[in-house]
């Protein structure tokens, strides 16, 4: 059974660094492509970030220059390094994972799933 678990996230202030880790089991990490996504109240959850199985990388224009995703294959985790932190980056940030990297643009069902780890902003 495929699970994703994410640690990290927490209070923060504006300006404010945060690193979130998922840790990934039951399925064959390297060959699967992974991202984050956030998901704010009354927003749709969206991708943030996401890296293919061969370091690929893509972002989210609201991200790009201050996040960071890797992955490490030795451990089957993947990271997303997140700086200047602003209040609207405030969300619930979830792994995914997918055979298809051009799938994770989106959120689907088809992904598996983490249960999310809470990011705070404060301004």
């Known amino acids: 059974q495929v699970q994703l678990v994410e640690s990290g996230g927490r209070l923060v202030q504006a300006g404010g660094s945060l690193r979130l880790s998922c840790a990934a089991s039951?399925?064959?990490?390297?060959?699967?492509?992974m991202g984050w996504f956030r998901h704010a109240p009354g927003k749709e959850r969206e991708c943030v970030a996401r890296?293919?199985?061969?370091?690929?990388?893509d972002y989210a224009d609201s991200v790009k220059g201050r996040f960071t995703i890797s992955r490490d294959n030795a451990k089957d985790t993947v990271f997303l390094q997140m700086n200047f932190l602003k209040p609207d980056d405030t969300a619930v940030y979830l792994c995914?994972?997918?055979?298809?990297?051009?799938?994770?643009?989106?959120?689907?069902?088809?992904?598996?799933w983490g249960q999310g780890t809470q990011v705070t902003v404060s301004s």
């Open positions: 039951g399925l064959p990490f390297s060959s699967y492509h």
């Open positions: 995914a994972s997918s055979s298809s990297f051009f799938e994770l643009r989106s959120a689907s069902d088809s992904h598996y």
């Open positions: 890296i293919s199985t061969g370091g690929i990388t």
